[in-house]
């Protein structure tokens, strides 16, 4: 009975373990509710998946928030081993592996104070009477771009950051403002002003317009092996498919219907 024990806990010593399991470092930029320092650790529901999808493939994941630059930087060198919240573009493709599994879809609303009559139509129908509120240096997809670009609007007026523009909304002197669905929503719950503001929804279905879409990804550096990235990436696959990916979410927004 003792020499069964013994070869028992002898073959266990080479099994793999949590605390044996091999290490990633993901980098990303401060954006919450994506991904942000609270307390000195970072959070975030994308922090949250990533983490979770590479456990779940055998890897123990550690999150550094950097600025943008420095995160692309370090996965092209390969001190990373990934950068997610990242769009695909032909220079990133030639030093990061991009999987087909969208990590996110970043999407681009219009808010007006609650109980007003602005509209803005998916074709920009009603813009030529909108006063726009929008971030300086943002850049809102093509879409929303070149519809400024070719002055749809009545008039666009620019802030550095989305706490201004809100409050220029509920003063009266912009219309509606454009704003990335998960920071907005983040915002606004953060300052108690859900019930000041409204998306500005399809009139027949009730669900958000959504003006533009850009997708991202956890991509992994091209230095770094390639299993790591097939089982990472399935593991966000399983995520989707079980619910878990979803409930994170809303662990930090209250989702729309439809969204």
């Known amino acids: 009975m003792f020499r069964c024990v013994a070869v028992l806990i002898f073959l266990m010593c080479f099994l793999p373990c949590p605390a044996m399991a091999e290490g990633l470092l993901f980098v990303t930029l401060d954006n919450a509710p994506q991904a942000y320092i609270e307390d000195g650790k970072p959070v975030g529901f994308l922090t949250e998946i990533v983490v979770e999808a590479a456990r779940r493939a055998g890897y123990e994941a550690k ?9 692309l930087a370090m996965a092209e060198k390969g001190t990373a081993d990934a950068v997610f919240n990242a769009g695909f573009n032909q220079r990133r493709n ?3 592996r991009f999987p087909e599994t969208i990590l996110i879809t970043e999407k681009i609303v219009a ?5 007003s009559k602005a ?20 850049f809102y ?16 007026e620019e802030v550095p950051n989305i706490d201004q523009n809100i409050q220029k909304l509920l003063l009266g002197r912009i219309d509606i403002l454009f704003a990335d669905y998960y920071p907005v929503m983040k915002s606004l719950s953060d300052s108690n002003m859900l019930d000041k503001v409204e998306i500005i929804s399809n009139p027949e279905t009730g669900t958000p317009l959504i003006y533009s879409k850009s997708d991202t990804f956890l991509a992994f550096s091209r230095k770094k092996n390639p299993l790591a990235f097939n089982l990472v990436n399935a593991g966000i696959v399983g995520m989707k498919k079980d619910g878990s990916y979803k409930a994170i979410i809303k662990k930090y927004i209250d989702l729309h219907e439809g969204l």
């Open 141 to 156: 997809g093509s879409r929303i771009q070149q519809a400024i670009a070719e002055g749809l609007f009545k008039r666009i």
């Open 63 to 71: 999150v550094r928030i950097v600025p943008w630059r420095r995160a």
């Open 94 to 96: 030639e030093y990061l």
């Open 119 to 138: 509209y803005l139509g998916y074709d920009f129908s009603g813009a030529a009477d909108l006063v726009v509120g929008v971030g300086r240096g943002f």
């Open 111 to 115: 808010i007006r104070k609650a109980g």
